[in-house]
T-cell receptor, first 114, second 110 residues
């Protein structure tokens, strides 16, 4: 089944403790992206990647890192999480980076930073 | 950069009522427009999209949207909603990068 998977789905952590949220897609998509969803703000893009070893900042990149060593994986790294990073995170992918392409979303990761 | 406004934060309807959710964007050039839906506890999925051609776009589950360029709008419509349409609906615009609206929560009462 074609899908985007994220792990973990739920995570509670404390301020300053490094964490990684994994994202994997099995559709051979070139484009991958991370969003955070906050009430009243919709989805905001954190980082995106057009292909392996090609990443770029989205609207809200501060406090986050990403890497794209393989086409299928696009982990999101919080080196020193803070409470304002408590949010619902979605990974998404699309075939290429063209603006008319549909993005396919993962199930989301709900993060609470204490 | 483009931005997206969804005017209604929460809409409550009874089953069989007609639905129209507003979406306006600010960008002067060519845009690609999307409506995504997020059912409770699920991930976002595409309802419909427009990038060229007929400005009236039909999507899944009886939804449609009309692109009105002069009004910078892409409103979502459904003639008769069902309880199963209860969800959050996001309008999105992609000109250079993808921008989402804040979302409209739709509650359909049985």
């Amino acid at each position: 089944e074609a899908q985007v998977t994220q792990n973990p789905r739920y995570l509670i952590t404390v301020t300053g403790k490094k964490l990684t949220v994994t994202c994997s897609q099995n559709m051979n998509h070139e484009y991958m992206s991370w969003y955070r969803q906050d009430p009243g703000l919709g989805l905001r893009q954190i980082y995106y990647s057009m292909n392996v070893e090609v990443t770029d900042k989205g609207d809200v990149p501060e406090g986050y890192k990403v890497s794209r060593k393989e086409k299928r994986n696009f982990p999101l790294i919080l080196e020193s999480p803070s409470p304002n990073q408590t949010s619902l995170y979605f990974c998404a992918s699309s075939l290429g980076g063209a603006v008319q392409e549909t993005q396919y979303f993962g199930p989301g990761t709900r993060l609470l930073v204490l | 950069a483009q931005s997206v406004s969804q005017h209604n934060h929460h809409v409550i309807l009874s089953e069989a009522a007609s639905l129209e959710l507003g979406c306006n964007y600010s960008y002067g050039g060519t845009v690609n427009l999307f409506w995504y839906v997020q059912y409770p506890g699920q991930h976002l999925q595409l309802l419909l999209k427009y990038f060229s051609g007929d400005p009236l776009v039909k999507g899944i589950k009886g939804f449609e949207a009309e692109f009105i360029k002069s009004k910078f709008s892409f409103n979502l419509r459904k003639p008769s909603v069902q309880w199963s349409d209860t969800a959050e609906y996001f309008c999105a615009v992609n000109a250079n990068d993808m921008r989402f609206g804040a979302g409209t929560r739709l509650t359909v009462k049985p």
